[in-house]
């Protein structure tokens, strides 16, 4: 089989703005008539995306598909590594859960992965022009390189070329560009074929010089110096560190404490681009706002471990208060579960075997179940009549009397459970806030005034900007090809 033009970019450390930069380049070059597919061997984030097929992937390649205009694969994204606690993961392998595994562990499982990775990559390879491959992590961590999959280890097998990206905005760009050449082997250094600058605020061309040390102490070339975009906190983010409050001063405020293993966090995005809302995101150790409009308890990756780290904050005893003085709740999937009276996982399926006390602000049960459903779902809002897109991504089973109170209509089933006041309510569904109607009669029924947002044409919008910024800023014909050398 031939293989497709490809050029992999990898960070001098974690954060650095891979999936954004990927995100671009996806846009810049379809546009340039090319058929371009994201990949990203191994990946790490409780925000993940369901595919078509019913699988998941991290939500940074759901983003860089929608930039290549393309479906969603598995195959994008092979290795998914979703945290459970601070030193276990569960592994899931071309969108399927594989595995629990803990860090010592899972090293000695990396080699085995590489096959399914190699393969995922080839069958993305077979469709496209182009292949954008995102490293994780940084090359840089030299102690994690045997058996590696995420960074060289990969561009080794796969026979790809590296630039490198390094963060001027956290400081030390120079030392972070010319230290990974420093520490790398040569043979891994070899496979670097330049070097970009990402994140610079202010007049670029003061950082001549500093550019230019970069090129003459690593031999690499450059392929630009990118200014900060402002528009990266319109799309969607992955990591748990992007995760920002929204515009302050709206009519509306909602607050959402931040768990400890908060999972699919972009449910918030469009409703932090709403002008009439204050999007509050509670840090461990502050108090919810006692003027909150509504609290959002959002999806969770270890439920029970993030409804005792919620009592270890307090969160309950503000929660109990919020609701005696009137104050909406709504639970989403991880956060619905911790609304209701008992969670129990028999099976120890997300921890140990046990039952947690819920809050008991909605009559309802749980009990964890090993079959987890993944599935986009058309839903429609049984108060209104309202069309709404979404997807599941959980394990358990939820009942109990507050069930007969559904939010919403899935097919032919009822989805969803609230309190007999309507104060309180819970769902499994994802997505929901990214449906203009709804979100507007939603934030209405809050005291917000409608805005007209169009949340996914923005998005689509700022992706074209990102690429006139790329397109701007950085060498793309260069970077086009060296993916062609390959």
């Known amino acids: 089989m031939t293989r497709p033009p490809a ?4 960070g001098t450390g974690s954060n650095v703005g891979k999936s954004v930069l990927v995100a671009g380049l996806c846009r810049a070059f379809l546009r340039r008539g090319l058929k371009v597919r994201p990949f ?25 598909a929608r930039a290549a205009q393309v479906e969603p694969s598995v195959h994008m994204n092979p290795v998914l590594l979703k945290p459970e606690s601070e030193k276990g993961a569960q592994v899931v392998v071309q969108g399927r859960r594989l595995t629990h595994a ?27 022009d182009l292949v954008l491959v995102e490293g994780a992590g940084s090359p840089a961590e030299v102690n994690l390189r045997v058996g590696d999959i995420a960074n060289m280890g990969f561009a080794e097998a796969a026979g790809v070329p590296v630039i490198l990206a390094g963060d001027i905005d956290r400081g030390g760009v120079i030392a972070q560009v010319v230290g990974t050449k420093a520490v790398l082997p040569p043979e891994d250094e070899e496979r ?10 202010g007049d670029v061309s003061l950082f001549d010089d500093g550019y230019a040390m970069i090129a003459e102490a690593t031999g690499w070339r450059g392929f630009g110096v990118v200014p900060w975009f402002p528009g990266a906190h319109r799309l969607p983010a992955e990591d748990a560190a992007d995760i920002r409050a929204g515009s302050a001063g709206g009519r509306v405020k909602i607050a959402v404490p931040l768990f400890s293993r908060i999972a699919n966090f972009d449910d918030l995005d469009p409703l932090k681009l709403e002008p009439g809302v204050s999007v509050v995101m509670v840090r461990p150790g502050e108090a919810l706002p006692g003027d909150t409009d509504l609290v959002i308890l959002p999806g969770s990756k270890s439920t029970r471990g993030d409804l005792a780290f919620l009592r270890a904050q307090g969160w309950d005893i503000d929660l109990a208060a919020h609701r005696r003085r009137g104050g909406r709740i709504l639970g989403i999937c ?26 008991g602000l909605l009559d309802v049960e749980t009990v964890m179940t090993p079959d987890k459903t993944l599935t ?46 309507g104060r309180v309510a819970g769902a499994y569904l994802h997505g929901l806030f990214g449906a203009d109607t709804f979100r507007a009669r939603f934030l209405e029924r809050l005291g917000a005034e409608a805005s007209g947002l169009g949340y996914e044409s923005e998005v689509d919008e700022t992706l074209d900007a990102l690429a006139d910024h790329l397109e701007t800023f950085l060498d793309l014909d260069g970077l086009l090809a060296v993916a062609r050398r390959r």
Do not use: C, W
């Open 40 to 64: 990203k061997p191994q990946n790490m984030s409780n925000n993940a995306a369901v595919t078509a097929d019913g699988g998941e992937i991290g939500r940074a390649q759901a983003l860089q």
């Open 376 to 421: 986009r779902v058309e839903a429609v809002e049984i108060a209104t009549g309202l069309s709404v897109t979404g997807y599941e991504i959980h394990i358990g089973r939820t009942e109990g009397p507050d069930r007969a109170r559904p939010l919403f209509r899935v097919g032919g089933a009822e989805e969803g459970a609230a309190s007999a006041d």
């Open 7 to 10: 050029l992999m970019i990898q």
């Open 334 to 359: 991880g956060g619905y579960q911790m609304l209701g009276r008992t969670i129990a996982d028999p099976e120890g399926i997300e921890g140990a075997p046990g039952t947690s006390e819920g809050l």
């Open 102 to 128: 803990m860090a010592r562990d899972y090293a000695r499982l990396k080699p085995q992965l590489l096959a399914a990775v190699l393969d995922s990559f080839a069958r993305i390879g077979a469709e496209a």
């Open 192 to 201: 670097i074929k330049g070097f970009l600058i990402n994140k610079f605020r």
